[in-house]
């Protein structure tokens, strides 16, 4: 399922998720910019001219440290009547940095809200020695009924004209798996072109949860290295207990046949919502997919 656009009162029934666009009306903008530094206040008064849309952030307090940070009632009722929104300015040409300024707005300043940007949309954005590789991808993608879209500042370039990207930049891109299948056929692609491209970005599971695809891919190598060591370590300690059944040292058997039954932990990767940052099994992950792809 690809996520639409929704525009006037439609949008009020659809929850904000990370990285959605967000238009505002002129009031929303000049509300937003109501005593913040003149920097930010001329970013956003050229976001309201230009009539160029916002991105949808993480709410304030739903960041942890660690463990779980689930916003409480109170926060949930705040962040249903408020739509936290962030704009990254171009880097500046003498420090690199990258302003970005984060505010909130209340909903009924919201114009039109829609899902990040289709990456066949910004390929034009992108430098040429990206072009034919990007394009690549993306009709690869087409081809397997996967959907790549595009955000930080490659979407940026390709919705301001601004010169966001760089020789040192990223391409950021998610995509929404509904299956297993769309979820390795994703992560299959974006490897084939990783030595090509700087590719990063985010899996985005069916309940909103949005998991850096690389920390994927590298929780997978190591949990499929402790699986190999268990696998070996349950092969030693079998060909132990066969050579000392009959012999005197049962209670090393027995402490051996332990070991090898005891349960491998669940890997665990960083999942960020609109609501809540947390550490979360992956398994638990997984379980929000179908078995069927959704209706395109």
Not at 73 to 93: K, N, Y
Not at 114 to 133: D, F, G, I, K, T
Request: net charge negative.
């Amino acid at each position: 399922m690809v996520r639409g656009e929704h525009a006037g009162s439609r949008w009020q029934a659809v929850m904000l998720a990370r990285h959605d666009l967000v238009w505002l009306s002129e009031a929303g903008w000049e509300t937003a910019g109501c005593g913040r530094p003149e920097l930010e206040q001329k970013a956003m008064r050229r976001w309201r001219d230009d009539a160029w849309p916002a991105v949808a952030r993480r709410a304030e307090g739903s960041d942890g440290d660690a463990g779980d940070a689930d916003m409480g009632d109170a926060d949930l009722r705040e962040s249903a009547e408020t739509a936290w929104l962030a704009l990254s300015l171009p880097p500046d040409p003498v420090s690199g940095s990258k302003p970005r300024v984060g505010f909130h707005v209340a909903r009924c300043h919201v114009l039109r809200v829609s899902a990040p940007l289709m990456l066949h949309h910004a390929l034009n954005a992108a430098p040429p020695a990206w072009q034919s590789e990007l394009q690549a991808l993306d009709a690869e993608a087409t081809a397997m009924g996967l959907r790549f879209h595009a955000f930080g500042s490659l979407a940026w370039q390709a919705i301001t004209g601004l010169q966001y990207l760089g020789p040192r930049s990223d391409i950021d891109l998610l995509w929404y798996p509904h299956t297993r299948h769309e979820l390795d056929a994703g992560l299959n692609l974006l490897l084939s072109h990783a030595a090509a491209l700087p590719l990063d970005g985010e899996i985005i599971f069916p309940d909103g949860n949005g998991v850096a695809w690389k920390e994927w891919v590298q929780a997978d190598r190591e949990s499929a290295s402790v699986q190999e060591s268990a696998d070996e370590s349950e092969h030693h300690s079998a060909q132990e207990s066969a050579h000392s059944a009959h012999g005197p040292e049962q209670g090393l058997e027995l402490e051996s046949a332990d070991k090898s039954r005891i349960a491998l932990p669940a890997p665990r990767v960083l999942a960020k919502a609109i609501r809540s940052v947390r550490l979360a099994a992956r398994t638990d992950l997984i379980a929000s997919l179908g078995e069927v792809a959704c209706p395109r």
